[in-house]
C-alpha cells in the first residue's frame, strides 16, 4: 500500500497554492454530472474544488478522501456555502459504499498518488464495482512534460508559488525540488511549505513527499480494460478532442463491462 495523506501546511495551503482552474476542468467535471443526472462520486475530493460547484448545481455528489484534514476543510466550505453533500474518509483502493454511482470522477490527477501499480488496479477494480450498469467513470491524468523535458532540473530545489495570506501580512512559499525515473514513469516530489510573517522570519514550515505515476494512452487503456472497462475514450485537455501531441491533461473516460 502507498498511500499519500494530506495533512498539515499541505492541506492548509492546498486552496491558495492548487485552487485555481487553469484548464477549466471544473467546467468539464460540472458538464459531466449534469449529463450523469444523478448519483455522483468524486474520489480523491480534497477540499472540494471541483465537488463543490458539482453541489452547487443540486446534483446528489459524495466526496471521498483518505485524509480527514482535507475532508474537514470541505465540511467548512460546504457549510460556508449552505450546501450538503455526504464526505467519507476512505482510500481509494478499498473503500466499501452501500450505493452504486451513475458518475465516479477522480479529478486533479489524484489517481497518479497510487505509485503502486497494484494499488493502481485494486483502485480501478473498486471503481468498476461501485458503478452502476450504465454508469460512466472519468478521471484526470497529467503528464509532467515540462520536467521530463527539462532534465538539468532533476534534484534542483526552486520556488513554485510565492502567494500573499488574505487578511495578513505573511506570505506562503512553496519550493519543490523533482526527481524522475523516466523508465518507472516515476515523479518523486519534494514539497518546501513555508510560512514567512512580515520580518520575514520563517513561522513554520515543512517538509513533504509525494510519488506520482504518469501514463500513456494505451498503458491506462488497457489497465482500464483488465479493471472491467469498456469503451475506453481519451480526450486531451478538457476538450472534446481525442488525446493528440501538444495536450498536456488526458481526461480519461470508461463504462463498466456489462455481465
Ligand atoms: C491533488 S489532490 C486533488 C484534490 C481535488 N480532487 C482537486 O482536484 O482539487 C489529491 C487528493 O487525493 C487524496 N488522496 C490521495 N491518495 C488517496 C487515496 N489513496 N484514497 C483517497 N484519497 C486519496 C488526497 O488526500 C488529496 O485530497
Same mark, same amino acid.
Given at each position: 500500500?502507498?498511500?499519500?495523506?494530506?495533512?498539515?501546511?499541505?492541506?492548509?495551503?492546498?486552496?491558495?497554492?492548487?485552487?485555481?482552474?487553469?484548464?477549466?476542468? @471544473?467546467?468539464?467535471?460540472?458538464?459531466?454530472?449534469?449529463?450523469?443526472?444523478?448519483?455522483?462520486?468524486?474520489?480523491?475530493?480534497?477540499?472540494?474544488?471541483?465537488?463543490?460547484? &458539482?453541489? +452547487?448545481?443540486? &446534483?446528489? %455528489?459524495?466526496?471521498?478522501?483518505?485524509?480527514?484534514?482535507?475532508?474537514?476543510?470541505?465540511?467548512? /466550505?460546504?457549510?460556508?456555502? #449552505? @450546501?450538503?453533500?455526504?464526505? @467519507?474518509?476512505?482510500?481509494?483502493?478499498?473503500?466499501?459504499? $452501500?450505493?452504486?454511482? *451513475?458518475? &465516479?470522477?477522480?479529478? #486533479?490527477?489524484?489517481?497518479?498518488?497510487?505509485?503502486?501499480?497494484?494499488?493502481?488496479?485494486?483502485?480501478?477494480?473498486?471503481? +468498476?464495482?461501485?458503478? +452502476?450498469?450504465?454508469?460512466?467513470?472519468?478521471?484526470?491524468? !497529467?503528464?509532467?512534460?515540462?520536467? %521530463?523535458?527539462?532534465?538539468?532540473?532533476?534534484?534542483?530545489?526552486?520556488?513554485?508559488? *510565492? $502567494?500573499?495570506?488574505?487578511?495578513? $501580512?505573511?506570505?506562503?512559499?512553496?519550493?519543490?525540488?523533482?526527481?524522475?525515473?523516466?523508465?518507472?514513469?516515476?515523479?518523486?516530489?519534494?514539497?518546501?511549505? $513555508?510560512? %514567512?510573517?512580515?520580518?520575514?522570519?520563517?513561522?513554520?514550515?515543512? &517538509?513533504? !513527499?509525494?510519488?506520482? /505515476?504518469?501514463?500513456?494512452?494505451?498503458? @491506462?487503456?488497457?489497465?482500464?480494460? /483488465?479493471?472491467?472497462?469498456? +469503451?475506453?475514450? %481519451?480526450?486531451?485537455?478538457?476538450?472534446? *478532442?481525442?488525446?493528440?501531441?501538444?495536450?498536456?491533461?488526458?481526461?480519461?473516460?470508461?463504462?463498466?463491462?456489462?455481465?
Amino acid at each position: 500500500m502507498s498511500a499519500k495523506k494530506y495533512t498539515g501546511l499541505e492541506a492548509e495551503l492546498y486552496d491558495l497554492f492548487r485552487g485555481s482552474d487553469d484548464f477549466d476542468e @471544473i467546467g468539464y467535471y460540472v458538464d459531466l454530472a449534469l449529463n450523469a443526472g444523478g448519483n455522483c462520486l468524486d474520489v480523491g475530493c480534497g477540499t472540494g474544488r471541483v465537488l463543490i460547484p &458539482i453541489a +452547487q448545481q443540486g &446534483i446528489k %455528489i459524495t466526496g471521498l478522501d483518505n485524509s480527514n484534514v482535507m475532508i474537514e476543510e470541505c465540511r467548512k /466550505r460546504l457549510s460556508s456555502e #449552505g @450546501i450538503s453533500a455526504s464526505l @467519507i474518509e476512505e482510500d481509494m483502493t478499498n473503500f466499501n459504499c $452501500e450505493n452504486n454511482f *451513475d458518475l &465516479i470522477i477522480v479529478p #486533479g490527477g489524484s489517481f497518479q498518488l497510487l505509485d503502486d501499480r497494484n494499488d493502481a488496479l485494486a483502485a480501478l477494480k473498486n471503481f +468498476q464495482k461501485h458503478l +452502476q450498469p450504465e454508469g460512466l467513470f472519468v478521471m484526470s491524468l !497529467f503528464t509532467p512534460f515540462y520536467e %521530463i523535458s527539462h532534465e538539468f532540473l532533476d534534484g534542483v530545489w526552486r520556488l513554485e508559488k *510565492d $502567494e500573499k495570506i488574505e487578511g495578513s $501580512e505573511n506570505r506562503a512559499l512553496c519550493h519543490s525540488c523533482v526527481d524522475l525515473d523516466r523508465c518507472e514513469n516515476l515523479m518523486e516530489v519534494r514539497h518546501r511549505f $513555508e510560512l %514567512i510573517n512580515n520580518n520575514g522570519i520563517t513561522e513554520s514550515s515543512e &517538509i513533504k !513527499f509525494s510519488r506520482l /505515476r504518469w501514463y500513456g494512452k494505451y498503458e @491506462i487503456k488497457l489497465l482500464l480494460e /483488465r479493471a472491467g472497462f469498456q +469503451q475506453v475514450r %481519451i480526450s486531451g485537455d478538457f476538450e472534446n *478532442d481525442d488525446m493528440r501531441d501538444g495536450h498536456a491533461v488526458m481526461s480519461v473516460s470508461a463504462v463498466p463491462v456489462s455481465l
